[in-house]
Structure formats: C-alpha cells, structure tokens
C-alpha cells in the first residue's frame, strides 16, 4: 500500500482473476481510479506528484518502471535492463527512485530522476535492497550485503565500507545519526559514524 505524503491518496495493488492492478483512492473527492497492468510494491514521489509502480513486459521476461501523474490512468513507461524481478526504493526528499534486481538475481543498479526522465547506471558494486537505511539529508543510503556499503545518490556510485567484522543486521538512530550494525553472533552492537567513519561497540549480555 503506497500513501501519498499528504494523505489525498492511498493505492492498494490487486491480484484479480483478470490480471494486476492498482486501485487509488482519494481521500478527498472520495473517487476511486483503477490502474490497469501495474503491480505493488507502489510509492509517491516525494512532492507527491507521481505515483510509482511495475508490470512484466508483454514476453513476460523483462520489467518496466511505471510512473502515472496524480490523476492520470495512463503511465510513462520506462524500460528497465533487467531481466527477471526488481525492487525499487523512492527516495525521501529527491524526485528519484532507485532500482535493483531481487535477491538472487543479476543487474545493475538504475537511478531514475521521475523529473528529467534520466535513467543513470550506478557505478561501483552491485546490490539488492534487502537490508538497508535512507540518510536523507545527505542523500545517500546504507546497506549491507557481504560487507557495508554507501550508496551516494548524487554522485551515483556505491562504495564498500571497510570494516573489521561482516554485519549482518542494519537501522539507523536519525537522531544521533548513526548507522547501527548488527552481526551474526548478536553478542556486540556496532555504532557506526557516518561522517567520520569511527565506530563505537557495545558488548551485549554479561
């Protein structure tokens, strides 16, 4: 379920019979649009202008990134090179929705301006976006896989963090912000700078 950041709308993908789709309410005029041919996971824009959703293409093997104008029925259809699924993140303060493939499957990583219509390929090491944090104000994110990684949305790079353990477990304090990391053995939480790089353990138990 995807809301609007003003609450006017809220999309409900379905599963029917016919095929996907996306049901939208406003919440305001109390009117229903049906989406046809677009699947969930969905998401606003932050401006709230554009919502963003994905169908198969019609050979069934490729994906395309669906971006309707608020009160539209019809996309903007943007292709994406992956072949099999994807996940997509909306970012919290930029028009720009970042692409991955699923777990366990190939790609590169497609950074979408939905304002510019520019498709960039992120340079650096390739990742899912299973387990990760939003930095917002810096415009970045962290995640893991094999390791830490940054991933800077305005230079459109990922860089891998280096560290002195493999983190298995990620969540951020916005506040301190700080990145916390866990590991498999869930006996040490580390707090992680994401300034200055410096680290600050904490033993967990007796």
């Known amino acids: 379920v995807g809301v609007a950041p003003d609450d006017s709308r809220v999309a409900f993908p379905l599963v029917e019979a016919s095929g996907f789709s996306v049901a939208v309410v406003d919440t305001v005029e109390r009117t229903l649009e049906l989406l046809a041919d677009a699947r969930g996971p969905v998401g606003f824009t932050p401006d709230g202008s554009t919502l963003v959703s994905f169908r198969h293409t019609a050979d069934g093997e490729g994906r395309e990134l669906l ?42 990583l497609i950074l979408l301006d939905t304002d510019t219509k520019e498709q960039t390929t992120l340079s650096g090491a390739n990742l899912t ?72 353990d904490v033993p967990l138990g007796e």
């Open 67 to 108: 971006l309707f104008a608020v009160g539209s029925t019809t996309p903007e259809v943007h292709a994406m090179p992956h072949q099999g699924g994807i996940s997509y993140f909306i970012t919290a303060n930029d028009n720009l929705v970042l692409v991955t493939p699923v777990f366990g499957q190939d790609g590169p």
């Open 129 to 200: 976006l299973t387990q990760f944090v939003s930095r917002p104000e810096a415009h970045e994110l962290w995640a893991i896989q094999d390791g830490l990684l940054r991933v800077d949305l305005e230079a459109a790079a990922v860089e891998k963090v280096t560290l002195d353990f493999k983190p298995t477990r990620i969540n951020r304090l916005p506040k301190r912000d700080r990145v916390v990391l866990g590991r498999q053995s869930g006996d040490i939480v580390t707090f992680f700078n994401p300034t200055d790089r410096g680290t600050a």
